[in-house]
């Protein structure tokens, strides 16, 4: 497990190169290839918001802005988790036939969103420019939001490949099950519609509710979830996020763990 | 000297692909219904010890199923042993199944960076090599095109060119010359008796007797995953060819 991690340094230029491999599948080559992968998100956001304001008729100020701040690190953790299943078996022409520290296949996978998360990141910031949302000293906490963000989709990415290489129904199981948290997740409605604060307050220990909240909570209303740094009526307290951060280690552990038990089979078995 | 390639009491198993559990639910349904169908087994080697000296071409005889390419297999890393040591000294260059390992949709260029990178060249070094490498292959205008559209003799000519031209210390063949024509087999050749003049082992398999004569100096003649015999190559090929 910790040579799997070693390899990860010394064929950092693998890494690279396959992560540039997937973005240029991705967006065919072009800057035109990149705003189409912003056509789901968008309509997305545009149906959701006349359902909300118009057919609810709910009174959320700023609903559309709210629904973006956490469909961006969201967008990452499903594209990236569900990505990953099928990368081994796309692979398997380089698999079968040489050695090679199969774990960054996921990994690049991960890179190739996270580069998608960052532009996006960008365009959000674009957007504050027209909207009323004040920058803040408090957006650079969203590094260690990120930073937690990318160490738990790693880990799962790496499990979840492993197991799709040997289990190939694994996708399928993942893809429904991230859905299911898609709706248990405040990704399209902000965390304060759950009314009652102690079923908030436990409903917000789901790590990617502390996640997709927290990034809500420092674009909107500057909340940093750190010790000392509370405001009165914040949503997501430091507890909340030292445990989405514990679970982002163990999963991390977990998905490497795995993967180096499970890889050396896979030249036999794709 | 230590061997470039040294090889004790080697095994290999697999497990037949179609009596393993191949979706998770079948996986929980086997342990919650203690159904434990028999996994079946099938031993590749069983015991297989050799050496091979820096500067050696070896070739490796048999016929199909003998374990040829499971040997090749465990000593490019890519197959666990079962059992046995295996110590391979220096950079590994390998054509298993007369493939370096291309990615179809790759181009070109971006398999041989990625062949590279994976026997552990830097950049620099990679674009060094390049211009020979497309020289040798012949393949300079294809170079940007994925290689899936490539014919058969052109991606077995950029696969050699780039395997050798990464000058690695062990170098394992398998079947390389079963495509391609007359000229490139004797461009292989010659590159071959150039690699080994600069103290590259290499190991070749092949059923094409004929192959193995120009190549090897010494021979392993393998059957149901056990050495029948060693030794020079025109001893060994005239009881395989009599046998």
């Given at each position: 497990?910790?040579?799997?991690?070693?390899?990860?340094?010394?064929?950092?230029?693998?890494?690279y190169?396959?992560?540039?491999?997937?973005l240029?599948?991705?967006?065919?080559?072009?800057?035109l290839g990149?705003?189409?992968?912003?056509i789901t998100?968008?309509?997305?956001?545009?149906?959701?918001t006349?359902?909300?304001?118009?057919i609810?008729?709910?009174?959320?100020?700023?609903?559309?802005i709210?629904f973006?701040?956490?469909?961006?690190?969201w967008?990452?953790?499903?594209?990236s988790?569900?990505?990953?299943c099928?990368?081994?078996?796309?692979?398997?022409?380089?698999?079968?036939r040489?050695?090679?520290?199969?774990?960054?296949l996921?990994?690049?996978?991960v890179g190739?969103?996270l580069?998608?998360?960052l532009?996006?990141?960008?365009?959000?910031?674009g957007?504050?420019?027209?909207v009323?949302?004040?920058?803040?000293?408090?957006?650079?906490?969203?590094?260690?939001?990120?930073?937690?963000?990318?160490?738990m989709?790693?880990?799962?990415?790496m499990?979840?490949?492993a197991?799709?290489?040997?289990?190939?129904?694994?996708?399928?199981?993942i893809?429904?099950l991230?859905q299911?948290?898609y709706?248990?997740t405040?990704?399209m409605?902000?965390a304060?519609?759950?009314?009652n604060?102690?079923?908030?307050?436990?409903?917000?220990?789901?790590?990617?509710?502390?996640?997709?909240?927290?990034?809500?909570?420092?674009?909107m209303?500057h909340?940093?979830?750190l010790?000392g740094?509370?405001?009165?009526g914040?949503v997501?307290?430091?507890?909340?996020?030292?445990v989405a951060?514990?679970?982002?280690?163990v999963?991390?552990?977990?998905g490497l763990?795995?993967?180096?038990?499970?890889?050396?089979?896979?030249p036999?078995?794709? | 000297?230590q061997?470039?390639?040294?090889?004790?009491?080697?095994?290999?198993?697999?497990?037949?692909?179609?009596?393993?559990?191949?979706?998770?639910?079948?996986?929980?349904l086997?342990?919650l219904?203690?159904r434990?169908?028999?996994?079946?087994?099938?031993?590749a080697?069983?015991?297989?010890?050799?050496?091979v000296a820096?500067?050696?071409?070896?070739?490796?005889i048999?016929?199909?199923?003998?374990?040829?390419?499971t040997?090749?297999?465990?000593?490019?890393?890519?197959?666990?042993?079962?059992?046995?040591?295996?110590q391979?000294?220096?950079r590994?260059?390998a054509?298993?199944?007369?493939?370096a390992?291309?990615?179809?949709d790759?181009?070109?260029?971006?398999?041989?960076q990625m062949i590279a990178?994976?026997m552990g060249?830097?950049r620099?070094?990679?674009?060094?090599?390049l211009?020979?490498?497309m020289?040798?292959?012949?393949a300079?205008?294809f170079?940007?095109?994925?290689?899936?559209t490539?014919s058969?003799?052109?991606f077995?000519r950029l696969?050699?060119?780039?395997?050798?031209?990464?000058?690695?210390d062990?170098?394992?063949l398998?079947e390389i010359?079963a495509?391609?024509d007359e000229?490139?087999?004797?461009?292989?050749y010659?590159?071959?008796?150039?690699?080994?003049?600069?103290?590259?082992?290499?190991?070749?398999?092949?059923h094409i007797?004929?192959?193995?004569?120009?190549?090897c100096?010494r021979?392993?003649?393998?059957?149901?995953?056990?050495?029948?015999?060693?030794g020079?190559?025109?001893?060994?090929?005239s009881?395989y060819?009599?046998?």
């Amino acid at each position: 497990m910790l040579e799997a991690l070693k390899e990860i340094w010394i064929y950092r230029q693998l890494l690279y190169d396959l992560t540039a491999r997937e973005l240029k599948i991705r967006y065919r080559r072009s800057f035109l290839g990149f705003l189409w992968s912003l056509i789901t998100p968008l309509y997305q956001i545009v149906i959701m918001t006349i359902v909300v304001k118009y057919i609810w008729q709910h009174s959320e100020p700023n609903y559309s802005i709210k629904f973006l701040c956490a469909l961006v690190p969201w967008a990452f953790f499903q594209t990236s988790v569900t990505g990953a299943c099928a990368i081994i078996l796309k692979y398997r022409q380089m698999v079968k036939r040489i050695w090679m520290p199969s774990q960054m296949l996921p990994l690049a996978v991960v890179g190739s969103n996270l580069v998608h998360f960052l532009l996006s990141m960008l365009i959000l910031f674009g957007v504050f420019l027209v909207v009323p949302v004040v920058f803040h000293v408090s957006f650079l906490f969203l590094i260690v939001l990120t930073g937690i963000l990318l160490l738990m989709v790693s880990g799962l990415a790496m499990l979840f490949a492993a197991l799709h290489t040997a289990y190939q129904d694994t996708e399928y199981i993942i893809t429904n099950l991230v859905q299911v948290f898609y709706f248990l997740t405040p990704v399209m409605y902000p965390a304060s519609w759950v009314k009652n604060p102690a079923w908030r307050y436990w409903y917000l220990f789901n790590p990617m509710a502390a996640v997709c909240e927290g990034f809500r909570g420092v674009l909107m209303r500057h909340e940093v979830p750190l010790p000392g740094l509370v405001m009165p009526g914040q949503v997501v307290l430091p507890e909340h996020l030292l445990v989405a951060a514990v679970f982002a280690l163990v999963c991390f552990a977990a998905g490497l763990w795995y993967f180096a038990l499970q890889r050396w089979q896979f030249p036999e078995i794709v | 000297m230590q061997p470039a390639i040294y090889v004790e009491d080697l095994w290999k198993r697999y497990v037949l692909l179609h009596s393993r559990p191949r979706r998770i639910k079948d996986a929980v349904l086997r342990r919650l219904l203690g159904r434990h169908s028999s996994r079946e087994e099938f031993w590749a080697l069983r015991g297989v010890s050799f050496e091979v000296a820096a500067g050696e071409a070896i070739g490796i005889i048999g016929p199909n199923g003998s374990g040829k390419s499971t040997v090749l297999g465990v000593l490019s890393r890519l197959l666990r042993p079962t059992k046995g040591v295996v110590q391979v000294q220096g950079r590994v260059g390998a054509l298993l199944e007369a493939s370096a390992g291309f990615h179809p949709d790759l181009t070109g260029i971006e398999n041989v960076q990625m062949i590279a990178s994976l026997m552990g060249l830097s950049r620099k070094e990679t674009l060094a090599r390049l211009p020979a490498i497309m020289e040798f292959a012949g393949a300079r205008e294809f170079m940007d095109a994925a290689v899936r559209t490539y014919s058969t003799g052109m991606f077995a000519r950029l696969a050699f060119s780039t395997v050798v031209h990464l000058e690695p210390d062990v170098l394992l063949l398998d079947e390389i010359l079963a495509v391609g024509d007359e000229e490139f087999h004797e461009q292989c050749y010659r590159r071959l008796a150039q690699m080994r003049e600069r103290g590259c082992a290499i190991v070749f398999v092949s059923h094409i007797v004929e192959q193995i004569r120009r190549v090897c100096q010494r021979v392993i003649w393998l059957e149901s995953g056990r050495i029948v015999a060693t030794g020079p190559t025109e001893e060994i090929i005239s009881r395989y060819t009599g046998a």
